[in-house]
Each structure stands twice: as structure tokens, then as C-alpha cells.
């Protein structure tokens, strides 16, 4: 449990953070996405970091209760899955779906979810309710 309050405050603060981010700064990141499918390096070194942290977190906190931990785990194989889908995948599926997300309205959708679930990570993580034990 005391690793998933320490991933709850790191995930908590920096999905508030990048989702605030994301909501106010759409230009930036559609031209970052698009950034992402030009530059092969980038998409390597990203892809592979990704699916790392993704693989730490499943490997060392594959825990699916409370709600809390399994969302932390959620995002862990999120992170292998879209890491290794990179890596992996065909770069005209790649492609495909960057110019499918590559929207500003997916930014603002993606910012509010990211930013509702930052608040409630970041509320578990530092003991603003009372946890279950």
C-alpha cells in the first residue's frame, strides 16, 4: 500500500499538471504529435521510455484494488501497450492513428479526463479522505 500512495501523489501531480497543460496549450501539442511522426530517433527514444516506465509499474505495483492502485496499474499497461505498439507496429498504422488523435478537442477531452483523474489520485495519495486498509 505505501507504493501506491507514493505512485498516487507522483501520478496525481502529473496528470494535473500535463492536463492542465494540454488544455491550454493545444497548438503546442498538436504540432508535438505531428513533430513525433517526422522524427524516427524521437519516436524511438519516446516509445521505448514509455514502455519502461510502463513495465516498472506493472512489474513492481500489478495491483488491481482499491480503485486507486488499479487505476495505476491501468495507466502502467497503458504505457507498455502504446510504448510497444510503437516500437512494433507499422508506421503507416502509427500514422493513422496519430492523425486520428492530432485534434483539439481530443486534447481537451484527454486534459479533462487526465484532469479528474490527477485530483483523485492526488486526493488518495495524500490522505484527503480516509483509505481502506
Known sequence: MPLTILLAK???I????VSLALIAKRSFFEKIT?????QDLLRLVISFS???AGLFIVVGHNVWSPAPAAII?????VFV???G??????RHWTERFIQAVNR????????ILGLVLGLYLTSYGFGLWPRLP
Open 85 to 90: 505498439s510503437y516500437l512494433l507496429l507499422p
Open 73 to 77: 496499474t491501468f495507466l502502467g499497461w
Open 10 to 12: 507522483v501520478f496525481g
Open 50 to 52: 514509455e514502455m519502461v
Open 104 to 111: 483539439p478537442h481530443f486534447f481537451v477531452a484527454s486534459g
Open 14 to 17: 502529473a496528470l494535473i499538471a
Open 81 to 83: 501497450l502504446e510504448g
Open 34 to 38: 505531428r513533430d513525433f511522426l517526422q
